[in-house]
């Protein structure tokens, strides 16, 4: 028990000077002089937030109380997201938004390759889509019904048709995803052609 009681002594004695530097940062401020409420005022220095804090949060337009009721939770989101946020002048109801559309757009890419021509058709480049879906089940079909009668193996190109539609719906997805606020960025296309040894070659184009 002695133990215990020195420990706990130990501890006031330890936090006695942050609480003086914490009572002289209130010293002679007032609600009034944060335009605020006294019940607000009181919470604030009740839960132990810093002065410097508080004026940054005064600053944003957040209040205490809209701080206190912990909004970052019912969105989902981290405190410093949150704050980040309302810094550069978000709504909650933008936040959410924003958030959300980011979380759905996380996982394009993913469901893009799972079903090729996901994004496309999302994207309305309806054309796009369906190419995309008929080669990746064309693929699929013909490595199932047509096989090689003397090796009684598959022809590797069919399998190489769908992973290419399944490759080229995901990057596709990738790229406008990642470049939301710049539409003219989020599109690439390959074009076909001959390399000069006369084979078929592919090149990436980006538009930005």
Known sequence: MNAIKKALI?????????LKVYADEWENTTAEDMGISQEEFQKVKESGMSKSKFLKLLEVGISPNEYFSEPWKKLGVTEDHWLNEKKAGMADDDIDRSYRKQDANNMTPFISFVLPGYYEYKTNRLKTGLALSTIAVAGIALTILVQNTETHTIYPEFPIMTLGAMMWSAGE????????????????????????????????????
Do not use: C, M
């Not at 130990?10 to 942050?18: D, E, K, M, R, S």
């Not at 296309?189 to 070659?201: E, R, Y």
């Open 173 to 208: 997805a990738w790229q406008g995803t990642r470049y939301i606020d710049n539409q003219e960025a989020t599109r690439f296309s390959w074009n076909l052609g001959l390399s000069p040894k006369g084979g078929p070659s592919a090149l990436l184009s980006l538009h930005f």
């Open 10 to 18: 130990l501890a006031v004695l330890l936090l006695l000077p942050a």
